[in-house]
């Protein structure tokens, strides 16, 4: 069965602080996605990581992908209140597009 | 560009009742079509997903269906609503796996089962 870990499950930074969320996964794919939710919203499409070694970056925020090690982390680079929300990664659940997610990580950035 | 439409945004209904909810996409042709839940406080659920008119596949067995009469729409159904079918459903188009690209959620629904 596919296995989409992620941790923390809940983060509390200071604004400012640095952090990194990291998503274990037990599958071979070579693709991962990452989404943000804001409370009772949809999820916004943040990364595509598409092969061993990706990095991408927007903003304060950057990730990358460990296809070796099926390790994906989330970096947070000086924290803003506007980053609160819940982060998922997900992985390729087969040959038909669907994504297996990760439980998400609530991330609270308090002032 | 593509957009996904899905309505209603929130539902109440009462247990033993009917349920239709409804996912159109524009911009696109032949999409793949997705249904996802999420329960209060908890992860993604891949319900049904569909790579054609017609063609729905299902990854949870219980009293919801799904089908897709048209290219670019994609309807979840129940006959009778559970308890248990509470949550916050999302419908979701992809273009095919290989084009590497992510699933693009709807605004969802979100329903309370009474």
């Known amino acids: 069965e596919l296995k989409v870990e992620q941790n923390p499950l809940f983060l509390s930074m200071q604004e400012g602080k640095n952090y990194t969320i990291y998503c274990n996964y037990s599958?071979?794919?070579?693709?991962l996605y990452w989404y943000r939710q804001d409370p009772g919203k949809s999820l916004e499409s943040l990364f595509v990581?598409?092969?061993?070694?990706a990095v991408k970056q927007e903003g304060r925020l950057m990730a990358s992908l460990d296809t070796k090690a099926r390790l994906s982390t989330l970096h947070i680079t000086a924290a803003v209140h506007d980053l609160s929300a819940t982060y998922f990664c997900a992985v390729d659940g087969g040959s038909q597009g669907n994504l297996i997610f990760g439980k998400g990580t609530k991330l609270s950035v308090k002032p | 560009s593509q957009t996904i439409h899905q309505w209603p945004a929130t539902l109440v209904q009462p247990v033993g009742s009917p349920l239709s909810l409804e996912c159109t996409v524009e911009?696109?042709?032949?999409?793949?079509l997705y249904w996802y839940r999420q329960a209060a406080g908890r992860g993604l659920q891949l319900l049904f997903y569909?790579?054609?008119?017609?063609?729905i596949s299902s990854e949870v067995p219980q009293n919801l269906s799904a089908s897709r009469p048209q290219d670019r729409q994609f309807i979840l159904s129940s006959k009778k609503l559970l308890l248990s079918d509470s949550g916050f459903y999302l419908c979701a188009w992809s273009r095919l796996a290989r084009e590497n690209s992510p699933l693009h959620f709807g605004n969802g629904t979100r329903l309370t089962v009474t």
């Open positions: 911009g696109t042709s032949n999409p793949n």
């Open positions: 990581l598409l092969s061993n070694g």
């Open positions: 599958t071979t794919s070579d693709r």
């Open positions: 569909s790579v054609g008119i017609g063609q």
